[in-house]
């Protein structure tokens, strides 16, 4: 957690899925999350207690694998950590905007082949209904997707950069920085401030990002555990 008081950067999906993005919230107790086919995005409360965690597994299922991205306490025994890697939170502090003439608006029927592209750049999880949680915007060469970068989630009053990927055949033309400008310029016509995340180790983005204007805010982490495939019994 950052110091002070509580930021809704601090917990952006809990801030998207309460907020902008209420709609696509599937709740149980005080945990919520995107449907499994929109984000593997769910949110707990800033300080989860036992109810939270049986309502989480509830949810999730036993033996299912969940995010719990930002989440920096431990988890409750019987719990196992599947993943763990240190991540960043970069705002908006000085980007310099603009459209792209190249830029086209991506939707539904371009979902295969943004799929195929993700498979190949592996930029972080994309699913069947993710263009769904904002606009994607991506640069086709002969036809073919190349480029792409569009919004994922968000907060009130911030939305974040995400699914920035180039295929290797063109990379080194500053596709990638053309669409997350063209991306950002959307965010701020609503209003709204641009932020991102990405791998603390991921050296060569964050100078990419950071030349562009995006300041670090805060370290975070992206990390996953596992449901225990038998719980307690719930105290009533």
């Known amino acids: 957690m950052t ?15 309460t907020g902008p993005h209420a709609h696509f919230a599937e709740k149980r107790g005080r945990v919520l999350r995107y449907p499994v086919d929109v984000s593997p995005w769910l949110a707990l409360p800033d300080e989860p207690d036992d109810g939270d965690w049986a309502d989480l597994a509830a949810l ?3 033996g299912a694998e969940v995010p719990l991205t930002a989440y920096a ?3 409750p025994e019987g719990w196992e950590i599947t993943f763990h890697v240190e991540g960043v939170q970069l705002v908006d ?3 310099t905007t603009a459209p792209d003439p190249e830029a086209v608006r991506l939707g539904p029927a371009d979902v295969p082949e943004i799929l195929d592209l993700i498979e190949r750049t592996r930029p972080g999880p994309f699913l069947p209904r993710t263009i769904e949680m904002g606009t994607y915007l ?3 060469r002969g036809g073919a997707l190349v480029a792409m970068a569009g919004e994922r989630l968000h907060p009130p009053g911030w939305t974040e950069i995400s699914a920035v990927c180039t295929d290797a055949g063109v990379r080194g033309q500053g596709l990638a920085t053309r669409l997350i400008l063209a991306v950002a310029h ?4 609503r209003g709204e401030i641009p932020f991102l995340h990405t791998g603390a180790k991921n050296t060569g983005a964050i100078r990419l990002y950071e030349s562009l204007g995006f300041r670090l805010r805060r370290t975070t982490a992206f990390l996953a555990a596992r449901v225990p495939e038998r719980l307690p019994e719930a105290v009533s």
Do not use: K, T, Y
Request: charged content about 15%; glycine content about 20%; hydrophobic content about 40%.
């Open 3 to 17: 110091a002070g008081a509580p930021h809704v950067l601090d917990n952006p999906a809990l801030a998207s899925l």
């Open 60 to 62: 999730a299922g036993p």
């Open 73 to 75: 306490g431990q988890v």
């Open 93 to 95: 502090d000085g980007l």
């Open 138 to 140: 991506g640069i086709r």
């Open 186 to 189: 959307g965010i701020r016509e």
